[in-house]
Structures are given as structure tokens and as C-alpha cells.
């Protein structure tokens, strides 16, 4: 079993739409879960942090955490053709010394 | 958010010789820093931790012996890709965080693009 899952995709929404990325993860001693979005040949760039049950909303962009269910998902409200890019789920455990484990990342498509 | 530097962004070296990369924490100081490798179309590997003032931990597969790293100071880290070969050629990655015992975030450097020729 991986570590970290991910759907690869491509999820293809049309512009405007509700974007849902899902994870799961295996360890759970996991404390820290992120959320990342990668356009091709860049590096990761930090969309969301979460570590807390619940939701956590910033802009557009809503995190969701159940960790009974070791879940954690990204909704992406209005999406635009610029969402268009792979998105990395990551956890870790608890400490700025604990290492961050990835998924394969979903390819995510907004069609105009 | 916090910002990590990695330089240089890309390098072309010849089979056999070996690259540098640095990784340094701009406006934070890194305990301990994270050296990841990706391959086209496939996600990030986690290669070592580097911890400050100590020997880095490898993950398994990794060979130490190859890829050094040495982490000299809370702001910079180094991996040196020795004896490169075609095999080599990857997007490497360093990342950070902040220091502290609870859930801080990860940020990355843009990256080094390594083609060996």
C-alpha cells in the first residue's frame, strides 16, 4: 500500500466549476497534510496546510481533513484554465525536522 | 510565505564529472532540510534529510557515496551529484522547514534541471 494516493487523473471540469481532488494516506501518525500545485517543469508551489480535522478555506481553495477516515481532500471553487496543473497531496508527521511524503499527484484540466 | 533558493537552476555537466547544487533558507533559519528527485511525469522522491551540523539520512536505494550532501549551516544546504552519468539527469529539489516540534510547512526551491551528458 502507497503511503500517500492519489487519483491521476487528468480530472477535467470546465471553467467556472468545482474542482475535487482526493487523498488517502496510510500512516496514521500523520500530522501535517499539504496540498500542492505543480506546473509542468516547475517546482511544488504550497497551496493549502491543514492539521486540523475540519475545513480550512483560503480564496478559492478549501481543504479538508478527516483523519478517522485518514482522507483529505481540495476543492477548487470558480476554477480557471490557470488551475490547469498536477496537484500534490503530502503529509508528514508532527515537527520542522519530520520528512514530507508525496503522492503521484492528480493532473487537473479546466477547459475554457 | 517562507523563501528557499536553489542555484543553479539548471546544468548541463559531461559523464563522469560532478554538480553542485545549493539549496539555501532566505528568511528562515532550516533546522533541517529535504533533498527530492523527479523523474518526467512521475512525483517527487524523497533522496535525504539533511540535518544541520550532522550526516544527512538516505532513503532506500539512494547511495550516499554518490549524492553528498552537507548541510554547513540553518541556512544552506549542498548536494553534490559525483561521478554524474546520463542516468543522473533529473529534476532535483531541495526543500525546507521551519524550525520547531510542531506542524510548520514545507517550502521548496525552485529547483535544478541536471542533464548529463
Known amino acids: 500500500q502507497k503511503e500517500v494516493e492519489q487519483n491521476s487523473g487528468p480530472l477535467s471540469v470546465p471553467e467556472g466549476a468545482i474542482a475535487s481532488l482526493n487523498c488517502t494516506y496510510s500512516?496514521?501518525?500523520?500530522?501535517?497534510f499539504f496540498w500542492y500545485r505543480q506546473y509542468s517543469g516547475k517546482s511544488p508551489e504550497l497551496i493549502m496546510f491543514?492539521?486540523?480535522?475540519g475545513d480550512k478555506e483560503d480564496g478559492r481553495f478549501t481543504a479538508q481533513l478527516n483523519k478517522a477516515s485518514q482522507y483529505v481532500s481540495l476543492l477548487i471553487r470558480d476554477s480557471q484554465p490557470s488551475d490547469s496543473a498536477t496537484y500534490l497531496c503530502a503529509v508528514s508527521k508532527s515537527g520542522g525536522y519530520q520528512k514530507v511524503t508525496f503522492g503521484t499527484g492528480t493532473k487537473l484540466q479546466v477547459i475554457p | 510565505g517562507a523563501v528557499v533558493s536553489q542555484h543553479p537552476s539548471w546544468v548541463i555537466c559531461k559523464s563522469g564529472t560532478s554538480v553542485k547544487i545549493e539549496c539555501r533558507s532566505l528568511?528562515?533559519?532550516?533546522?533541517?532540510m529535504f533533498w527530492y528527485r523527479q523523474f518526467p511525469k512521475q512525483s517527487l522522491m524523497l533522496m535525504a534529510t539533511s540535518n544541520e551540523g550532522s550526516k544527512a539520512t538516505y532513503e532506500q536505494g539512494v547511495e550516499k557515496d554518490k549524492f553528498l550532501i552537507n548541510h554547513a549551516s540553518l541556512t544552506l544546504s549542498t548536494l553534490t551529484v559525483t561521478s554524474a552519468h546520463p542516468e543522473d539527469s533529473s529534476f532535483y529539489i531541495c526543500?525546507?522547514?521551519?524550525?520547531?516540534?510542531?506542524?510548520?510547512?514545507?517550502?521548496f526551491g525552485q529547483g535544478t534541471r541536471l542533464t548529463v551528458v
Open positions: 491543514i492539521y486540523s480535522n
Open positions: 528568511d528562515f533559519q532550516a533546522t533541517t
Open positions: 500512516d496514521r501518525g500523520s500530522q501535517s
Open positions: 526543500s525546507a522547514r521551519l524550525r520547531g516540534l510542531m506542524n510548520t510547512e514545507a517550502f
